[in-house]
């Protein structure tokens, strides 16, 4: 986290209630962040960033121009923090629970500011039923002692080994009345074919596209979703194919 006087034009700040009442505890915050992510409401999590407001009022002594142009740059980020937590949403958190909590350490004052210091990012370790997730506070800050969020959330689910790839895909064509008898034979749960699939998966992994679907193969909850997944990653593929290009810098 760079000084306040260069982060605000620089982060993910949503204008919200935020401030002194927040949160004493990294737990704390992981249990906030949890709880809105399970109830899918975003006003929640919001609750918990520093607003325009509260940054004039216990950093007087930034900048003048800083000040000024707080409120601009707070409406022109608030929106990128809630499409992080909206992303976040991709996963199922019905019955999650926190197994691990990391991070969140303070750090030095802000220049300019000394009732709020820089802290580490916040890491919560999350379990839903069987399957294991992080999520990150990105550089949240402490103010008077009270954890403040400044720039959005992230979540990810660690990658998938190449033999639960295989287990599930097993799962899911020996059950599936509409799987060919080849594809039967080929996922059968035989220790020479979960090798050879093995070694096959590791050499994939290598291949942004390949790497896609077999992350979507894996999360596959029915064999229609597994039969997808290579539709799935090839119109992602040429959604960033047809991007435009940046625009190349100045001779």
Request: proline share 4%; hydrophobic share 40%.
């Amino acid at each position: 986290l760079p000084l306040l006087c260069s982060f605000i034009a620089s982060t993910s700040l949503a204008a919200a209630c935020g401030g002194p009442s927040g949160p004493k505890t990294t737990q704390e915050v992981g249990d906030k962040v949890l709880a809105a992510l399970v109830a899918k409401d975003w006003t929640a999590l919001k609750g918990l960033y520093v607003t325009p407001d509260v940054i004039k009022s216990a950093c007087a002594a930034m900048p003048a121009e800083k000040l000024a142009d707080i409120d601009k740059e707070f409406a022109e980020e608030a929106q990128e923090a809630e499409e992080k937590f909206k992303k976040c949403l991709d996963i199922d958190w019905t019955g999650a629970k926190i197994t691990g909590v990391s991070g969140g350490e303070a750090k030095k004052p802000v220049e300019g500011c000394d009732k709020l210091v820089q802290s580490s990012d916040i890491e919560l370790k999350v379990e839903v039923g069987a399957k294991k997730y992080e999520v990150k506070v990105n550089d949240p800050a402490l103010l008077d002692g009270h954890y403040t969020l400044i720039e959005g959330i992230r979540c990810k689910a660690p990658e998938l080994s190449c033999d639960d790839i295989y287990d599930n895909m097993v799962k899911l064509v020996s059950v599936a009345a509409e799987a060919k008898e080849g594809e039967k034979d080929m996922f059968s749960g035989k220790a020479d074919k979960k090798a050879e699939f093995g070694k096959m998966c590791g050499e994939m992994r290598g291949n942004a596209i390949f790497a896609t679907i077999l992350t979507c193969v894996g999360d596959a909850k029915s064999y229609a979703e597994m039969k997808a997944c290579e539709d799935k990653a090839k119109t992602a593929d040429e959604k960033d194919l047809a991007a435009p290009a940046d625009k190349p810098a100045a001779p």
